[in-house]
């Protein structure tokens, strides 16, 4: 069982950053890719970002290439998404999710595909 805990949100203006956490329980995190999803309101939940399970391949989205960074700290059993030049169509709610050895890219971008989610932290950017 692995327990994830989102943090960092808030409410930015336009061109802002903001590091997003997500803190996870257990002494397997290293065995988990890790990914960032968001939803906005009306809308489905779609892939932000994903770190492999060892930490050699990380995917983005288009819309957040060059923009937001995924990294890990296994140490910490932490997952990062740092956002920078945040806009206003970043807005939504952010979420983390972890599965088991996860690494191919085709797998990581769905959400079905992962074992554990955490209960969301909420991004709003102003214009």
């Known amino acids: 069982q692995v327990q994830l805990v989102e943090s960092g949100g808030g409410l930015v203006q336009a061109g802002d950053s903001l590091r997003l956490s997500c803190a996870a329980s257990g002494r397997t995190f290293s065995s988990y890719a890790m990914g960032w999803f968001r939803q906005a309101p009306g809308k489905e939940r779609e892939f932000v970002a994903a770190v492999s399970w060892n930490g050699g391949n990380t995917y983005y989205t288009d819309s957040v290439k060059g923009r937001f960074t995924i990294s890990r700290d296994n140490a910490k059993n932490t997952v990062y998404l740092q956002m920078n030049s945040l806009k206003p169509e970043d807005t939504a709610v952010y979420y983390c999710?972890?599965?088991?050895?996860?690494?191919?890219?085709?797998?990581?971008?769905?959400?079905?595909?992962?074992?554990?989610w955490g209960q969301g932290t909420q991004v709003t950017v102003s214009s």
């Open positions: 999710a972890a599965r088991f050895l996860g690494r191919d890219y085709d797998v990581l971008i769905r959400p079905p595909n992962y074992h554990y």
